[in-house]
C-alpha cells in the first residue's frame, strides 16, 4: 500500500512521504508542447496549478523561477531526478485550472506573441477533466487509479500552445533628456533593455523605465520620472517604442538626521556616513552611506531613505532631506564551539594554502562599542589538534597548538571613512607547511579605506613579527624577527563577492622590510593578481586569474639565520603555491622544487617544500549550476615556483580536475580534484623528480591531489 511504500523514507525523512487527499486528484505533472521560443518553467512560474515539486538537474536558468521576472526563452535544459516527499501533493481545482489557460495567453501576450493559444489540453486520467473530486459511483469503486489505501490519484496534465510570431521591435527612441551631459544621457540610453529586432516584451519595457529612473538618481536627480508609449501594429508585427525622460532639478542634500539609535552616538553615525548638507545627491552615496553604517557592526538594521522637498504646487525644489533609522544590535557578544579548518591559513596579512588540517574548539568575546564610538574589541582562542596528514589521519600523527587572536578598530578615525586597527596573534604549535613546533607572535597596526561605492579599497599596515622554533632540528629554520610595511590596492568589479559571474578583479600587495635587525632581513615582496569572470550560456560562468610573485632579499644575518631562510627570506612569507586557491595539482605549498639548496626534503607525510623567490600562477575554471544549491566545475590550473630569482615560464606543471560546489550562507562547501596532465609539465624539459605529497588516483597511476574547503578557487 501507499503508506506502506514510505516507510523506508521515513528512516531518511522526519516527516515521510506526504499523501493525496482521498476525493482529489493530486496534480503530478504539467506538461507543454508547442514551445519552442519561450522556456516552459518561466510561464510555469506564473501559473496557480502547479505540479508535484521534484529535486531537478538544471544547466540554464535557475529552476526556481519567478513570475514576470526574466530571462523568459528557452535556453535551459534540465532533468528531474525525485520528489520532493516532503512536501504535499498540490491539488487539481477545475476554476483555478481554467484561469490558468487565460495567464498561459496573457503571458505569452506579455513577451510579444499576441497570436498565441492554447489550442488543447488533457488529463489523465479522462474523469478528472470531468469533474476536479472523485466521484464514486459503487462504494469502493473509483474512476482513477487510486495511489493507495484511503488516497486520492494523481493526474498528468497536457497543455498544447500554438505560439505564433512575435511582434518585434523596430524602432526606440529616448526624449527628454537633451538637457543632461553627454555622459549622463550615454547611461540613460543604455538602460534600455529592449533590442531592435526582438520580441516586445512588456516586462523589459517596464524594466527599462525603472532603469531610467535609477540612472537619474544616481546622476543627482531625485525627482526624476520615465514613463512611455508604444504603438504596435498587429498586422505587421512591428512594434514603435518611446521613452519619455524628465529629469527635474539637479539635487543637493539638505538636512540629515538619524534615529532610533538609543545610547549609541549619533555623531560617529553621521560622521561614517558622510552625507553632507549641499553636497550633490546621489542615490549611489545614499547606498554606500548604508553599507558604512552597517558596517559599524553594533547595528541590527540600517534604513537611509531620501524626502525630497516639494513646494506649494508639490514640484520639486532641488533639496533632499535624508533620515538615517537604526535599531541598535547586540553591543557584546560570546561564544563556545568547535570546528574544522582545512586547505589554507590565515596570519595578520596573509591568507595561504597549506597541507595542514585541524579540529578545532573556540572561544570569543566581542564588544562592538567598546569606550563607544563603535570601537570594537574582539578576543578568539582556538585550541586544536592538527594532523601531519592533510587526510585528518591523526593516526599517522598530530600535534597539539592554541592560536589567540585580539582584535582593536576603530571607525572614522581621522576622517569618516578610515578605520584603523591594531590586531595581535600568537600561535603556539605546528608550523603550517613543516609542522614542527614554534612560538609565532605578530602585532600589526593598519589603516583602510574604501573608495567608489566600496570597489576600490585601500590598505597600509605596519607590522613585527617574533618567529621563535621550539623543535630543535638542522632541518627546520632557526628563531628570527622581522619588521615590515605592507599595503595591499583591491579594485573588486565583480557583481557577488562569493559567487561571482561577471566582472574584474585586482590585487596587488607589497611588503618592504627596511630594518637591518638581528636574525632578519631586508626585503621587497611584490604580489599582483587578477581575476575575470564572463557568463556563458546555460547560466554557466567562465573564470580566470593570473598570478605573479616576486621576493627581492637585499642583506640578511648570515651569522644567524639558517641557509635556507638566508637564501628564501622567512618562514611565513616566501613564495609559496599550490593548494585549493592556488594549483590544485598539488596539496597546499607544494608547488616548486628543491633547487640547488640541501633543504633536507623528506619523502611522505613528513616532507616539505621550502617555498621560493619567484612564482606565477594561472587559472581558468568553468562553473556549471546544476540546481539552486549544487554545482559543478571543470578547471586546469597552471604555475610554478623557483628558488632561483627568476621566473620560469616553461615550468606550466598543468594539473585538470573537476570538483563540485554546494552554496550556503557563507560561501560555497567545494570538494576539488586535480590531476597532473603527463607531459604537459615542463616544456622541453623533465620535471622535477620531487614532486611530493600528492595524492595518486586510479591504484597510483595518476599524480594528483583533493581538496575540500569552504569558498571558491578564486
Request: aromatic fraction near 10%.
Amino acid at each position: 500500500m501507499g503508506g506502506r511504500r514510505c516507510i523506508w523514507l521515513l528512516l531518511l525523512v522526519a516527516s515521510g512521504c506526504k499523501t493525496i487527499p482521498e476525493d482529489a486528484y493530486g496534480i503530478d505533472r504539467i506538461r507543454f508542447s508547442g514551445m519552442e521560443e519561450l522556456d516552459h518553467e518561466a510561464l510555469r512560474a506564473c501559473m496557480a496549478s502547479q505540479e508535484r515539486e521534484r529535486v531537478t538537474i538544471a544547466f540554464g536558468t535557475s529552476p526556481d523561477r519567478e513570475c514576470g521576472v526574466p530571462p523568459f526563452d528557452g535556453k535551459r535544459l534540465s532533468f528531474d531526478l525525485w520528489k520532493k516527499l516532503r512536501k504535499g501533493w498540490p491539488t487539481l481545482d477545475s476554476a483555478v485550472f481554467d484561469r490558468d489557460i487565460d495567464r498561459i495567453e496573457r503571458w505569452y501576450q506579455a513577451r510579444g506573441y499576441y497570436d498565441a493559444a492554447v489550442v488543447s489540453t488533457e488529463l489523465d486520467p479522462p474523469s478528472a477533466a470531468q469533474d476536479d473530486r472523485i466521484v464514486t459511483t459503487t462504494p469502493g469503486e473509483a474512476p482513477c487509479t487510486r495511489e493507495g489505501e484511503g488516497e486520492g490519484c494523481k493526474v498528468s496534465i497536457g497543455i498544447e500552445i500554438e505560439e505564433g510570431l512575435p511582434v518585434l521591435v523596430r524602432s526606440i527612441r529616448v526624449t527628454g533628456h537633451e538637457s543632461l551631459g553627454e555622459s549622463e544621457r550615454k547611461a540613460i540610453e543604455s538602460a534600455v533593455a529592449l533590442e531592435i529586432d526582438k520580441a516586445f516584451d512588456e516586462a523589459l519595457y517596464e524594466r527599462s523605465k525603472r532603469a531610467i529612473r535609477r540612472r537619474l538618481r544616481s546622476a543627482s536627480y531625485a525627482c526624476g520620472r520615465a514613463s512611455g508609449r508604444v504603438e504596435i501594429d498587429l498586422e505587421a508585427r512591428e512594434a514603435f517604442v518611446e521613452l519619455y525622460v524628465e529629469p527635474g532639478p539637479a539635487c543637493t542634500l539638505g538636512d540629515v538626521s538619524v534615529s532610533g539609535y538609543q545610547e549609541l552616538p549619533a555623531k560617529t553615525i553621521l560622521d561614517v556616513a558622510d552625507l553632507q548638507t549641499g553636497d550633490r545627491y546621489s542615490s549611489n552615496a545614499l547606498a554606500e552611506a548604508q553599507r558604512a553604517v552597517y558596517a559599524l557592526g553594533a547595528l541590527a538594521s540600517v534604513d537611509v531613505t531620501e524626502n525630497p522637498r516639494l513646494d506649494a504646487e508639490e514640484q520639486c525644489t532641488g533639496v533632499v532631506d535624508v533620515s538615517i533609522a537604526v535599531e541598535p544590535g547586540r553591543q557584546i557578544r560570546w561564544g563556545i564551539g568547535a570546528g574544522v579548518q582545512s586547505g589554507a591559513i590565515n596570519t595578520l596579512t596573509l591568507e595561504q594554502d597549506t597541507r595542514i588540517s585541524d579540529v578545532h574548539l573556540f572561544g570569543l568575546f566581542e564588544h562592538r562599542n567598546f569606550i563607544t564610538g563603535f570601537r570594537k574589541l574582539r578576543i578568539e582562542d582556538r585550541p586544536k589538534i592538527v594532523a601531519s596528514d592533510p587526510f585528518f589521519r591523526f593516526g599517522r600523527g598530530f600535534i597539539f597548538g592554541n592560536e589567540l587572536r585580539v582584535g582593536y578598530r576603530r571607525p572614522a578615525f581621522l576622517e569618516p571613512r578610515t578605520t584603523s586597527a591594531i590586531e595581535f596573534r600568537h600561535d603556539w604549535g605546528p608550523d603550517p607547511f613543516e609542522l614542527f613546533r614554534r612560538h609565532d607572535l605578530q602585532i600589526r597596526g593598519n589603516l583602510s579605506r574604501p573608495f567608489f561605492d566600496g570597489r576600490l579599497l585601500l590598505v597600509g599596515g605596519l607590522n613585527y613579527d617574533t618567529y621563535l622554533t621550539v623543535d630543535r632540528d638542522p632541518r627546520y629554520p632557526t628563531s628570527y624577527q622581522v619588521v615590515f610595511f605592507d599595503e595591499s590596492v583591491i579594485v573588486d568589479l565583480r557583481d557577488d563577492s562569493r559567487s561571482p559571474r561577471a566582472g574584474f578583479y585586482f590585487r596587488g600587495s607589497s611588503q618592504q622590510s627596511p630594518a637591518k635587525l638581528r636574525r632578519s632581513w631586508q626585503y621587497i615582496r611584490v604580489s599582483p593578481e587578477v581575476r575575470g569572470f564572463a557568463p556563458l550560456p546555460l547560466s554557466s560562468t567562465l573564470a580566470f586569474r593570473f598570478g605573479i610573485g616576486a621576493m627581492f632579499l637585499f642583506s640578511r644575518d648570515r651569522d644567524r639565520l639558517d641557509l635556507i631562510g638566508q637564501e628564501l627570506g622567512p618562514q611565513n612569507y616566501r613564495l609559496r603555491s599550490g593548494g585549493p586557491t592556488t594549483h590544485r595539482g598539488f596539496f597546499g605549498g607544494f608547488l616548486g622544487d628543491p633547487g640547488s639548496i640541501d633543504s633536507l626534503n623528506r619523502e611522505g607525510s613528513d616532507a616539505r617544500n621550502d617555498g621560493g623567490l619567484r612564482k606565477w600562477e594561472a587559472g581558468v575554471e568553468w562553473r556549471v549550476p546544476i540546481t539552486q544549491a549544487f554545482a559543478t566545475a571543470l578547471f586546469m590550473d597552471f604555475g610554478d615556483v623557483n628558488r632561483a630569482p627568476v621566473w620560469r615560464f616553461n615550468y606550466i606543471r598543468a594539473a585538470a580536475g573537476f570538483g563540485f560546489r554546494y552554496r550556503t550562507p557563507v560561501g560555497p562547501i567545494r570538494l576539488d580534484f586535480g590531476f597532473l596532465i603527463p607531459g604537459w609539465q615542463v616544456i622541453n624539459g623533465t620535471a622535477p623528480p620531487n614532486a611530493f605529497n600528492i595524492f595518486r588516483f586510479i591504484r597510483g597511476g595518476v599524480p594528483g591531489a583533493i581538496h575540500f574547503t569552504i569558498g571558491e578557487a578564486f
